[in-house]
């Protein structure tokens, strides 16, 4: 079993045949060159390129003074072309601090109520896709396989086209999909639906995600939703869209790879410091689609049920700011630096603090080496595309000595990780249930659990999403 575990080779993804080059359209690009470690997907992207060899479209970092034209700087190193976009300062903000992560983002996770919409940012929102259109328009043949990522392009399908590109393409939805009532309450809603049937084929991260979206779109265009195994066709506006649930997964190798790393210097001195007290963790980008504050609420419940506890566990929790400059993000923050203060307030003593919150970021190999060393990793998002330290928690467990996941139902994580202890985070008393139940949990229990959860995560790794997403850009094209 142990041998099913890659030690510490990468899961690179293999190289698939295809006929013309691929090209992938993302906000962000890590170019080998910057030297710092890209994240999820941007590490994802950039295996994909290096096996595949072609081009990434995305945005340079750089704005231009508004009213100019974009402008396109390509660079070349080894088989991957980098076409890097300057975009004009106000469409740029308009676009991505606006429309895609002030209005998209909160209505794809389930809360419209805190989405705010302006219409001069949808407008900026298109400006934007159209700017990469353009530029994709420039370099595509009708043999290539153009791959989207994420909600800031949900117009380029359609914009595409209309740049007279032939080619096969595809969209991968990060984020996970609103109830069709959500979907159909944005203004912009058969725009969007409409556009999205230009694509040939939409990834998603979940079954559910992809029966909502297929819902969604096909009663915006009085379409049809045609259930086939394994994908779901939809037809609509005159045209025909692929929506397939493809989970992406983790690097388990390279996750591992860090932990044969010595352990770094504070994550040392923390757990020297822990003396006996078990060791909780959550590690989440400050947003309120984790239920950071549905989390602290219910450690505080777990420790009011026996004020010892304080004495026994502590909760680490690693939250670094994200997105500050939107104003939800900057009331999430006070909500949760209050609820921490109230429960070391009420439950710490002179000498010890149950919660630690930290709103810096960590490295990776920090990061690796707290999950690693953690008794129980709390990951309870109310909404989540996928939730990645799900699966890096379960990766970076010792197989002999396993710490217990307790899992939201929210993230896409929990369609293929029915072994961890799967929780409803809006019910605190449940949650802080599971927390105790978690802690308590023998240790034949712990490894069968572990023995499930790490089979579909290494077995479902990145490199076997890459290759499954370009299978499905082939078959649609
Ligand atoms: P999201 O993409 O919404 O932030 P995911 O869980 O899918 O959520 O992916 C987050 C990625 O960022 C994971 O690889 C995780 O390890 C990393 N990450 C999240 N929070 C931190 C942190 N505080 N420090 C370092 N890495 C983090």
Redesign the pocket.
Known sequence: FVEAIPAVRPARHQKVEIEGRLIAVSNRVARPSEGVSP???ASALSDALTAQGGTWLGWSGKTIADGTEPDVTATTVDDVVYSLLDLPADDYRGFYEGYANAFLWPVFHGRSDLAVHRPAEFRAYAAVNRAYAEATARIAGPDDLVWVHDYHFLLLGKMLREAGVGSTLGLFL??PVPEPAAFRAVPEARRLAEALMHFDTIGVQTARDAARLAEAVAGLGEGVVLNRPGVIEVRAFGERVRIKALP?G?DVGALRGELYAPTPPEVRAYLDGLGGRRAILG???L?Y??GLPEKLAAFGAFLAADPARADEVVLTQ???I?RGSVSAYAHLRQEVEALAGRINGEFGSLSRHPLQL?T?????R??AHLMAHADVGL?T?LA???????K?FVAAQDVDDPGVLVLSRFAGAAEAMEAALVVDPRDADGLASAIERALAMPLRERRERHRALIASVARDDVGHWTTQCLEELIAAG
């Open positions: 994240g999820g997907l990060h984020i992406i983790i590690v989440d980008r947003d689609s984790k690693i939250a670094p994200s930290l810096r970021p960590y490295g990776r920090a990061v990951v998002p989540d595309g996928m939730n990645l330290v799900a890096e």
